[in-house]
């Protein structure tokens, strides 16, 4: 990682804490509406749910760090909480490759998102950038589970999968400042 140069400006981590708390929030919920429309009768919701618990250990460790430094969390967590949990239940009652293409759609965008993150902190946060890059790992293996479970089969995959990733995308503005 590339240190912080004189002049540059330093990473704003409590926006970055901001967001990555919401987006592992909106992760919970979303795995507890699809979990509350597929119960435990299916294959898929046995991997569903431990991905939850990932998010779920993902989510607290945020909610520490932010307790911790004393960052505000987003204001829209309110929203995040209903959005979540709509488009879990609305994807899984498409059926399991719909719940599967959710998750691969967020966790390409969390990747992405990540990613661009573990950048621009360079050697600011070792503390913060040890969390990114842990739950980045597992992020991508969502993802990769959810392809192999056959979310590209859902029914108008590239439709759904660009609007998540769009949705994803706008949530992910919305939080860093709201």
């Known amino acids: 990682m590339n240190p912080i140069r004189p002049g540059e400006r330093r990473p704003d981590t409590a926006s970055m804490l901001r967001v990555d708390q919401a987006g592992e929030f909106g992760a919970t919920r979303i795995y507890a509406g699809q979990l509350a429309v597929m119960g435990d009768r299916l294959p898929a919701a046995r991997t569903i749910a431990g991905m939850a618990a990932q998010e779920e250990r993902h989510r607290k460790h945020f909610d520490t760090m932010i307790a911790q430094r004393g960052v ?3 204001l829209l967590q309110p929203v995040w909480h209903v959005a979540g949990f709509a488009l879990g239940a609305v994807t899984a ?3 399991p490759e719909a719940a599967m293409a959710c998750t691969a759609a967020i966790e390409t965008e969390i990747d992405k998102h ?3 993150q573990l950048e621009q902190l360079g050697d600011s946060d070792p503390e913060l950038a040890s969390a ?3 739950f980045q790992a597992e992020e991508v293996e969502h993802r ?3 392809l192999a479970a056959g979310a590209e089969n859902a029914p108008g995959y ?3 999968s660009a609007a998540i990733r ?5 949530a992910i503005a919305l939080s860093k400042r709201i």
């Open 114 to 116: 990540y990613s661009e």
């Open 166 to 170: 769009m949705g994803c995308r706008a």
């Open 93 to 95: 009652a498409l059926g």
């Open 72 to 74: 505000r969390p987003t």
């Open 158 to 160: 590239p439709l759904l």
């Open 144 to 146: 990769d589970a959810a």
């Open 132 to 134: 990114i890059a842990e």
